[in-house]
């Protein structure tokens, strides 16, 4: 398919002529061709007039045209084939295999959202029937359901170019909530935005769905962004990337005559303790399972192991050499882009200068190659990192913290300290078990997703997982990006009082037409079967 630099705006190609950008190969450290013509406002204006336009025939469709929507466009990702993973190879400097894998991810949590909506839960029906004789007052017959809130402004990752960009899970869960959604690709992959947009435009189309389901936009900088968040059809936000710019949308969106919800995922640094026990049994098998979730993506990873906490001692020791020992020999990666590389450079450079900071270990050295990061692990002692707040940072790379603590109610004032984040990870052994139970009361209040002897990249996309936390590593706690969950983001509840049958959504009428599970006087009950 070629790839013409076009914005998709419902079902027309537009070319931009608010300047132009090409995408930038950063292992090769050039330019790739064609050029892409950037949006402005005329253009947010008719892709979101488009999207209003769509909103309510597209959330009273048949659930199953919803589902075989999120399906289609997964068969035309994959019907992309080699095409798609060559470009996000030259965008992205990610190998062939992360980009395969990302692929699979990325048509996975489609197919999964199809299940989700043909299953109808999370519509939420409920019903408590009339009660006309109740003393001293009747009841109103009471029916509730869920809603799509209307079109939602997506921002493209630079990190994951599939997973979380133009057909990610924001997008995917927004589609599978009834939501009509505009993407702003991300700079780095502007390529492989237009294939997996052609692929969404193609879906809707086939589908026989409005035009402004879907819409993919080119801008530069924030002026689009700032636009698409400030224009009134635009109901919710889906963000992943920097604090500073999360909060920027979150200003714009707070700034608006009807705020509306931004659900950004910012930054965390991701604690892994080690106890005491866990150090003792395997110390290396640990420092190793570490150094692999350190490096992976060349620590691109918004959950990477960014921070260790372990009581000093003879086993910590051996944890240090071990690490030491794997990282030394892991090669220089290519990152994302210029950007990125230089903010890692940064990032070490400032870690680097504290006082009280040394380095432990660092991986193969670049040796000139454009726009690669070296692995690296430092170490500092728990006062310093408490009295220095530079030193909770994330540095997006790969790039760790090792702070060494007397005990374990030290290891629990670096809990409470920190601010907080995506997940906690404890290394345990049974012997442990007692200490971690101190712990855990704090990792609770702190992350949304507590693991135990694993490592934390590598989100698994299914029903139970969240991906999120409190601020900042999300700017909304209550929800998740990654899961069945995270559908619920673009969903309110809306209650039916004394409604006629024949006027009420399918899900609450009487007859039950869509066969679902329903809360009917506080009972659940089951569909006919």
């Not at 409920?126 to 029916?143: E, F, G, N, V, Y």
């Not at 210029?338 to 050295?365: F, M």
Request: aromatic letters at 6%; a negative charge; charged letters at 20%.
């Amino acid at each position: 398919m070629p790839i013409t630099g076009d914005m998709l705006i419902g079902a027309s190609a537009v070319r931009g002529t608010q300047g132009a950008q090409r995408a930038f190969d950063p292992a090769r450290n050039e330019y790739i061709e064609p050029e892409f013509g950037l949006g402005g406002q005329a253009e947010v204006d008719r892709a979101c007039e488009l999207a209003a336009a769509a909103f309510d025939q597209y959330r009273n469709a048949p659930l199953t045209q919803r589902a075989a929507l999120l399906e289609s466009i997964a068969d035309n990702i994959m019907a992309l084939g080699d095409e798609l993973i060559a470009r996000g190879m030259a965008e992205s400097g990610l190998p062939e295999a992360r980009l395969q894998g990302e692929r699979a991810r990325t048509v996975g949590q489609l197919r999964l959202f199809a299940r989700v909506i043909r299953d109808g839960l999370f519509l939420n029906a409920t019903i408590d029937p009339a009660q006309p004789d109740r003393k001293p007052m009747p009841r109103s017959d009471l029916r509730l359901a869920r809603m799509p809130l209307g079109p939602v402004a997506v921002f493209g990752a630079s990190n994951f170019p599939l997973a979380f960009s133009v057909a990610g899970g924001d997008t995917a869960s927004a589609l599978a909530a009834g939501c009509p959604v505009i993407v702003k690709a991300h700079s780095g992959h502007p390529g492989l935005s237009e294939l997996v947009g052609r692929a969404i435009q193609q879906a809707v189309k086939d589908n026989g769905l409005p035009e402004g389901v879907f819409s993919l936009l080119f801008g530069a900088g924030r002026t689009l962004g700032d636009a698409l968040v400030s224009h009134p059809a635009i109901k919710a936000v889906g963000f992943t990337g920097s604090r500073q710019g999360g909060l920027a949308l979150v200003r714009t969106a707070n700034s608006r005559p009807e705020p509306i919800p931004v659900y950004a995922e910012m930054a965390s640094i991701n604690p892994v303790f080690l106890f005491p026990g866990a150090l003792a049994a395997r110390a290396e098998s640990i420092a190793q399972g570490f150094a692999t979730s350190l490096t992976g993506s060349v620590g691109q990873l918004c959950t990477n192991p960014g921070l260790i906490i372990a009581i000093d001692g003879p086993d910590l020791e051996r944890f240090e050499n071990a690490a030491k020992e794997a990282l030394q020999s892991v090669p220089a990666g290519t990152m994302l882009t210029p950007g990125i590389a230089d903010a890692y450079q940064s990032g070490i450079a400032q870690l680097s200068g504290v006082e009280g900071v040394a380095c432990v270990a660092q991986g193969l050295s670049a040796d000139g190659r454009p726009n690669c990061a070296q692995a690296a692990l430092y170490s500092t002692d728990a006062e310093r990192f408490l009295a220095d707040s530079a030193l909770e940072s994330e540095v997006f790379g790969p790039a760790s913290l090792l702070v060494r603590v007397r005990d374990v109610e030290q290891m629990r004032e670096i809990a409470e300290h920190l601010e907080g984040q995506l997940t906690s990870t404890l290394q345990i052994e049974a012997s442990d078990i007692d200490a971690a139970r101190t712990l855990l009361p704090t990792l609770e209040r702190k992350a949304g997703r507590i693991l135990a002897n694993g490592f934390p990249t590598g989100v698994e996309v299914c029903h139970a997982m969240v991906h999120g936390g409190p601020f900042p590593s999300t700017s909304n706690a209550m929800t998740t990006s990654v899961g069945a969950s995270a559908i619920d983001r673009f969903l309110r509840p809306v209650c039916y009082q004394d409604v006629p049958d024949a006027l009420l959504p399918e899900a609450l009428q009487q007859s039950n037409p869509l066969n679902l599970w329903r809360l009917v006087d506080g009972t659940p009950q089951a569909p006919k079967a």
